[in-house]
């Protein structure tokens, strides 16, 4: 299914005339690509910046709390952005975000996102961190070795396939994210999934599809290397 939708994105960015009940398009035109592909590329640039930087930072804190606290579940209440409605919670964070003096930007946009990046991550890590087997930890201790360096030499280097996959799965999830995109940014920031939404709305249907297939292609890379690291 996935595979099928990217090729029917790809043709319609590539489509001429395309009428009813035909089953292709009459004419194929890459003109699109070479004139918005610059566009596309720096959406996706702004989009990619925003993804790594919350998946890397939610990763931290997650690994942090982890390892401070000494905890095997994470709180309930961490998973309430997962439950909760988008827009019952967002209004609130722009409030709150205004009381505090913060500029919409990036930086504001990463803090929105984070809200919903560190649940998943911390539902991906917290099992397999519960996992490992504390004798390990242990050795490296009676050989020497201090609390922080067991935690980056020992307990990270167990969990190389569960941290890849998560931080996979938060750059997947900030890559989609367009409410708190758009509440955060204040209508600055544009990614590609806020550029999708408005496209989707009307406009052209080529420009949408392109937009729509970098969008599908750069949570797809992620977990393709996430795959590959943690084998």
């Known amino acids: ?35 918005r592909g610059g566009l596309l590329l720096g959406h996706a640039g702004t989009t990619l910046l925003i993804a790594a930087v919350t998946s890397v930072a939610a990763m931290a804190l997650v690994l942090l709390w982890l390892e401070a606290t000494d905890r095997r579940r994470p709180p309930a209440w961490l998973w309430l952005p997962l439950v909760l409605p988008q827009i019952a919670f967002l209004f609130g964070l722009q409030v709150l975000t205004l009381a505090l003096g913060l500029v919409p930007g990036l930086a504001t946009v990463v803090m929105a996102h984070l809200l919903f990046v560190v649940p998943y991550t911390a539902l991906l890590v917290a099992d397999s961190w519960a ?11 009676s050989l020497g070795r201090g609390r922080w360096a067991v935690f ?3 307990k990270l280097g167990m969990l190389k396939g569960p941290l890849a996959l998560a ?26 999934a806020t550029e999708a ?16 297939l970098v969008l ?15 084998r």
Do not use: H, N
């Not at 939404?197 to 729509?212: E, K, N, P």
């Not at 599908?216 to 943690?230: D, E, K, N, Q, S």
């Open 167 to 192: 931080l996979a799965i938060g750059v997947s999830v900030s890559t989609a994210l367009y409410l708190p995109t758009l509440f955060a940014g204040g209508g600055r920031v544009v990614t590609l």
């Open 131 to 141: 996992d490992q087997d504390p004798r390990y930890a242990t050795l490296a201790r």
């Open 1 to 35: 299914l996935l595979v099928l939708t990217l090729a029917m994105l790809g043709l319609w960015s590539l489509a001429g005339p395309w009428r009813f009940p035909d089953p292709l398009p009459e004419t194929f035109r890459p003109d699109l690509w070479q004139q």
């Open 216 to 230: 599908a292609l750069l949570p797809l890379t992620a977990l393709l290397l996430a795959r590959r690291v943690g």
């Open 197 to 212: 939404v408005s496209l989707a709305q009307g406009g052209d249907r080529r420009l949408a599809a392109a937009t729509g």
């Open 152 to 154: 980056l030499r020992i």
